[in-house]
């Protein structure tokens, strides 16, 4: 690995779906009954969109996409943040970007002018805080690979990425000259598996990408470990992966997380909460609070404690951009 | 008063702004040095919305409108109701559409192509749950007359009103021919002052309005009713609107509201919340509980408690369309 030329301005730089989150509570029935895998993510199209749309409950609207909740939650906690990722120019379009900045993050990628649309996600939300959501995935497929200023991924201690984005062939171009910028600057990658479907469709993709060494700090939940080793069994699972990466965290909801790197290893229960009000977007905030911890240099078990703190704030309520005063959060579970 | 025709097919039809709520927290000392007044409603044109905005925090986006939420909150109560109102052919105007419709409440006015976009509250909310709500009007005030089906207000039990609808021509000229239609078919006219410098602009119409019998339930809070009476105190306000009317209502946020109707007078407490997140809605959906007992024949002091328990659970969440079940809250506080 190339020695970083000098200290990066950025602490993390995302590139990810620019998604409205779009969410109402439904009964698993339904959910049953529309034909779509609960707790999962599909990706739809224009016709499929506005049929759930017709039979979704009243909704609420808030700015979602992985990388960039991520993002979000980092900049929440003091990181210094940039985004990556295409919009629409419509009304959506703006709400994301106005909801982004609005957080501290730098986002200059230009909206796109005409169809599709900006990108949405219909949420069907359990009674027991499951989301189910059906991505529509509009301008977003779009974020075109010169949309990328390598200056500025080079100028970031770690590029953040969401394996979700791997499905479109744009967005997939650029992701791969972003990690060739980072890895040219000596910078490190985080990536995210995301979902179990996306890795029966680019499982090759990843497994190669970790293969030569392109990815630093991964993360999983046990399902997408499980699907991308192909050990159902967890631990046989973890001692496949962990070697080829620095650092392996996997998440495993209400049990917790565990993270390895270089031999070492550390768990931490999941944060009680009150009430599980929707889990979307868990992981996401997981992931800000382990790589804030990360980027002070901490130990993998604070790291692993604020993952966790973060996460039990944002099902706590609806919608995956935090509520809370994540700062004061973190100062008051972790000191 | 001429006789009803035959027996209504709808409980409630309402008419009002078309608006998408974008909320966001934000600090009195925010509120204060943006000019705006803590607690008010002012319009502001496309220049100064889109100032404001560049200034808020992070948002959610939810489907508002004073009316709007009263038939919402209705509709959930199990009224049949009907909402006429203005959005553009956009995503904000579909967004206030699928929620209106998702709630089970009819909608058919056909959305205006076209400049200006769908209306829109920016709506800082203050720690202590206060909301100070600015209001881009957009497409909502052209709301045209013609757009009333005439045959359909006669055939609603109420006509519902907000006065924030007063301000712009067109929809003022719509409200006064459907008050004409509802007051032909001797149906009842529900009205709500909405805000006190809607009454410094148009007191002298409402005051009009109410001395010709042309309201027949009048929803005020206190400072509604020293704003439209010139009364600074309370009991002479009272005293002074009551025997115009056949229903007075009056709310006054923590201290409860009270009715008067022929001499009666009821009171009720303000129901408890363990933590007020958001004033929002609280008036609109305080009515949208004493509407649907008066509906039903209930008493002034069940109508009263029932709009307490309604307003209780709005401000109990970001938002002013109900989360909880009004259907079981109402069963569960009131049997």
Known sequence: MPQSRSAPTLDVIGIGNAIVDVMAPAADEQIEALGMARGGMMLVDTQRARELYDVMGPAREVSG???????????????NCAFIGQVAEDQLGEVFAHDIRAG?????????????????CLIFVSPDGQRTMNTYLGASQYLPADALDEARIADAAILYLEGYLWDPEEPRAAMRKAI?????????????????????????????????GDVDILFANENELAAL???????????????????LVVTRSERGAVALSRGKRAYVLAEPVNAVVDT????????????????????LA??????????????????????ANL???????LG
Do not use: W
């Not at 996409?65 to 990181?79: D, E, H, I, P, W």
């Not at 060739?180 to 190669?208: C, M, P, Q, Y």
């Open 65 to 79: 996409g992985s990388a960039a909740n991520t993002l979000a939650g980092l900049a929440a906690l003091g990181a």
């Open 104 to 120: 501290g993050i730098a986002f200059d990628t230009p909206a796109r002018p005409g169809e599709p649309p900006t990108a949405r």
């Open 180 to 212: 060739a910028a980072a890895k040219g600057a000596g910078r490190e990658v985080a990536f995210t598996l995301s979902d179990g479907f996306v890795i029966e469709r680019h499982g090759a993709d990843f497994n190669a990408m970790i293969e030569t």
């Open 229 to 247: 080793t192909g050990e159902s069994d967890f631990e046989a699972g973890l001692a496949q992966l962990a070697p080829k990466v620095a650092i």
């Open 280 to 299: 979307t977007g868990a992981g996401d905030l997981f992931a800000a609070g382990f790589l804030f911890g990360h980027s002070q240099g901490k130990s």
């Open 302 to 323: 604070h790291c692993l404690k604020l993952g966790a703190v973060c996460a039990a704030e944002i099902i706590s309520h609806y919608g995956a951009r935090p509520e």
């Open 327 to 333: 700062k004061a959060l973190a100062a008051e579970k």
